[in-house]
Antibody, heavy 122, light 109 residues
Framework: QLQLQESGPGLVKPSETLSLTCTVS??????????WGWIRQPPGKGLEWIAT???????YYNPSLKSRVTIFVDTSKNQFSLKLNSVTAADTAVYYCARHWYGSGNYYPDYWGQGTLVTVSS | SYELTQPPSVSVSPGQTARITCSGDALPKKFAYWYQQKSGQAPVLVIY???KRPSGIPERFSGSSSGTLATLTISGARVEDEADYYCYSTDSGGNHFYVFGTGTKVTVL
């Protein structure tokens, strides 16, 4: 059974960089039919798609976050990661990593991690 | 930027039918996907490609799409279906920009 697990600091100071890693188990991140990505959810609010990456390194970003976000993959560790620069309180959210299955010209999250709360505060 | 609009809330009695709509300009050309999120949990995919149901999802969940409106239907809603529901899709620009809908709180009581 495919499992994804987020890891990283739960508290980040304003203006600093948020860094999270997702470890994939029960399957290979190099699977040709999948992208891998991040989604976040501020407390009490809706879901926001952040970015996805293919194992070869091809990336797609939410235009509203593109200037501050980097997603990258480490196939040797079966992990992918997210960096978000210059964070503010508005970046406080539960961050989910998810496998994005590619089908019929679209990719969509089908397996999710449990999520990790990241709070931006001094 | 592209937006998918959902009603904030839908209420239904147990055993009745709940319908949740998702409005988006690109839906005539793009598939809609639906996620169920119970309190404190990660979302779960309940419908993909407008109307297909993943393995393990009860038959009472169904989806349809017509024009700019996608609809998730819960037939014979149960108390355990109470959750937030989100649609998901992409715009028609081919730039792989994906969005979630605004979300709908479904109350079954």
């Amino acid at each position: 059974q495919l499992q994804l697990q987020e890891s990283g600091p739960g508290l980040v100071k304003p203006s600093e960089t948020l860094s999270l890693t997702c470890t994939v188990s029960g399957g290979s991140i190099s699977s040709g039919s999948c992208y891998w990505g991040w989604i976040r959810q501020p407390p009490g609010k809706g879901l926001e798609w952040i970015a996805t990456i293919y194992y070869s390194g091809s990336t797609y970003y939410n235009p509203s976050l593109k200037s501050r976000v980097t997603i990258f993959v480490d196939t040797s560790k079966n992990q992918f990661s997210l960096k978000l620069n210059s964070v503010t309180a508005a970046d406080t959210a539960v961050y989910y990593c998810a496998r994005h299955w590619y089908g019929s010209g679209n990719y969509y999250p089908d397996y999710w991690g449990q999520g990790t709360l990241v709070t931006v505060s001094s | 930027s592209y937006e998918l609009t959902q009603p904030p809330s839908v209420s239904v009695s147990p055993g009745q039918t709940a319908r949740i709509t998702c409005s988006g300009d690109a839906l005539p050309k793009k598939f809609a996907y639906w996620y169920q999120q119970k309190s404190g949990q990660a979302p779960v995919l309940v419908i993909y490609e407008d109307s297909k149901r993943p393995s393990g999802i009860p038959e009472r969940f169904s989806g349809s799409s017509s024009g700019t409106l996608a609809t998730l239907t819960i037939s014979g809603a149960r108390v355990e279906d109470e959750a937030d529901y989100y649609c998901y899709s992409t715009d028609s620009g081919g730039n792989h920009f994906y969005v979630f809908g605004t979300g709908t709180k479904v109350t079954v009581l």
